[in-house]
């Protein structure tokens, strides 16, 4: 909204060019969305808090340390979604189609996590909605995000998949690139659910990729750095850097609620959305690839349920302890902060990993 209603007057003030560089505006949306955060924070969460009596259901099954959060409201995602979505419509570029297609990727999947979260709540049954529901909704709003990022992106780019390491490697996929975005959406959003299992586990990592993702979008939007780095450049998408710094910003001061001991847990509500979101971006800037690295932390918690499931079906035995994987190092005893910032070490080395993939071609 800045950017639309100062530009046009940066004539006759000068300062208003700096609306002009997303630089700037991603800085502004990072400040705005924390600002945001702490300032809704403290009353949605009384609100959650007296709405939801008892809290977020407790798995019985779970580790024995979770029984001890018991009352702890869930549905703070609705303070990374406020904060987030607010602050980039207040300093993206209006006219960007690509924002657009993100930011309603966030409130689809917000809203389906919504739902989830409300059926548990008021069902008192930590399993919410069906799982064939839950993905059949995940789906149709993937697949209208694919349609969405190949109608406003220029051929061959739209329907192309690209290979990091590999500068000129462009595969066409034709009509198969919507199915391919879908599940790389929907993948990714159930990768954020499934290891938001402790205080703070989930958000820090997610925080990184939208930092990295932030940078792959400036330079893929811009052609001298795209020419640069030898990467694909796809115009416009440099707008989607001011989105992930909202996203940085609203994760920061969702930490701040949700740090240990959670005044606040994030729910399906924030996690679906975040992953829907990082999913998002990276179809549309073309590095697909390269959130299956930089998010390797949010893989292996969903491979270890894979792998726990596929192995008690067939053989009748667990790999694990318990899945996903944080839960197996806390029956091993671990402490849930040493499991917490170890896992967010693993995210930050696997981000610098994903990153180099912008040079090494």
Same mark, same amino acid.
């Given at each position: ?108 999947? #917000?809203?389906?996590?919504? #739902? ?97 993702? #932030? ?147």
């Amino acid at each position: 909204m800045l950017p639309n209603l100062l530009v046009p007057l940066a004539d006759e003030f000068g300062l208003f060019n700096l609306f002009r560089y997303i630089t700037f505006r991603t800085g502004g949306a990072i400040l705005t969305s924390l600002v945001t955060s702490f300032v809704i924070g403290p009353p949605l969460i009384a609100w959650l808090k007296k709405k939801q009596g008892k809290g977020q259901p407790i798995r019985t099954d779970g580790p024995e340390t979770h029984l001890k959060k018991r009352g702890t409201p869930t549905m703070g995602g609705l303070m990374i979604l406020l904060a987030t979505i607010s602050s980039t419509l207040l300093w993206v570029d209006l006219t960007n189609a690509y924002t657009w297609i993100v930011l309603l990727v966030i409130v689809g999947f #917000g809203a389906i996590g919504f #739902g989830d979260d409300f059926l548990k709540l008021t069902r008192r049954n930590p399993r919410g909605l069906s799982g064939r529901r839950k993905l059949a909704a995940q789906f149709v709003i993937a697949i209208a995000t694919g349609v969405a990022i190949i109608w406003v992106t220029a051929a061959p780019l739209a329907t192309g998949l690209a290979v990091p390491f590999f500068k000129d490697v462009l595969i066409g996929l034709g009509w198969l690139f919507v199915p391919m975005a879908a599940l790389v959406v929907v993948g990714s959003s159930n990768a954020v659910n499934l290891t938001d299992g402790l205080d703070g586990l989930a958000i820090v990592p997610v925080m990184i990729a939208a930092s990295v993702f #932030g940078l792959i979008a400036y330079v893929a939007g811009n052609a001298i750095f795209a020419n640069y780095l030898q990467i694909h450049h796809v115009p416009g998408t440099g707008e989607l850097a001011v989105l992930c710094g909202a996203l940085v910003g609203a994760g920061l001061g969702f930490l701040w609620f949700n740090a240990p001991p959670a005044m606040v847990f994030m729910g399906d509500t924030g996690s679906l959305a975040m992953g829907g979101a990082l999913g998002a971006i990276a179809v549309a800037t073309k590095h697909e690839f390269v959130l299956a690295i930089v998010g390797g932390l949010f893989v292996l918690e969903t491979v270890s349920v894979i792998v726990q499931v596929a192995s008690f079906k067939l053989t009748g035995r667990r790999v694990f302890r318990m899945a996903p994987l944080h839960h197996h190092f806390e029956k091993k005893g671990w402490a849930e902060p040493t499991i917490v910032i170890r896992f967010w070490i693993i995210a930050a080395v696997l981000a610098l990993i994903g990153l180099s993939t912008l040079k090494l071609r």
